[in-house]
């Protein structure tokens, strides 16, 4: 029997995404529809606004965001055109985040220091270690991934921190790293590499200055507690 399905290009003009959008602005679409902008066409049996409806239903923009192009194409719908189109977006939507008009924004605290490797680090599945290398006026020289370790452990060696440093000629460094279970709570084993980092850092004469632990919105800094003196 003939199904009678509701396209795009039947809907009034008013009620497309894209003119709306476009009459508007795009802070008057809902997130599905700004997802259906994206994805542009729907398929056989869902048009693209109904498409963008289930996946958001499936996927919160917190799990869509993270999600690799290959678990995107598992998505009835989804193939690798329209994944690799909303793995894009989320990646200028990360890189936005970190943009700054200042060539070498300055970190005056671990608030700073959290708002520059946040975007990039929460909510990954793998524990990864990442390096802040600045100057003598604690200006960003460099920010670099040291380490992608397993679901609960990261596996960080000094030389591959304290390289780049010398590399960059920096006087001073920040470490992050982030826990996939959301909570920035500390370990025994983070406090003893925060420790065993700053002692070789000393050897060579460049400063740890905190380690920023990234969880679910929230963050710790080992300064802070008292852990980074």
């Known amino acids: 029997m003939t199904e009678y ?120 599945k793998k524990e990864t270690f990442k390096a802040l290398y600045l100057d003598t006026k604690n200006q960003l020289i460099r920010e670099e991934t040291v380490s992608i370790g397993s679901l609960d452990a990261s596996v960080v060696h000094p030389r591959e921190v304290f390289k780049t440093a010398i590399q960059e000629s920096a006087a001073a460094i920040i470490l992050a790293h982030n826990h996939p279970s959301g909570d920035p709570e500390p370990s025994r084993e983070d406090i003893e590499l925060t420790r065993r980092l700053r002692e070789g850092g000393s050897l060579i004469g460049i400063e740890v200055l905190d380690h920023i632990i990234v969880g679910d919105g929230r963050y710790t800094s080992l300064k802070d507690r008292g852990e980074v003196k």
């Open 5 to 124: 399905r509701v396209r795009i290009h039947d809907l009034p003009v008013e009620e497309r995404p894209r003119e709306r959008l476009i009459k508007h602005g795009a802070g008057s679409l809902s997130n599905a529809e700004l997802l259906a902008i994206i994805l542009r066409t729907g398929t056989k049996s869902d048009n693209v606004i109904n498409l963008s409806n289930r996946i958001l239903k499936d996927y919160s923009l917190s799990q869509l965001s993270r999600a690799s192009v290959s678990e995107l194409s598992k998505i009835h719908g989804i193939k690798a055109a329209k994944a690799t189109q909303i793995a894009a977006c989320f990646e200028l939507a990360r890189r936005l985040e970190l943009y700054s008009e200042t060539v070498k924004p300055k970190i005056k605290s671990p608030a700073d220091a959290h708002r520059i490797v946040a975007p990039t680090l929460r909510n990954l």
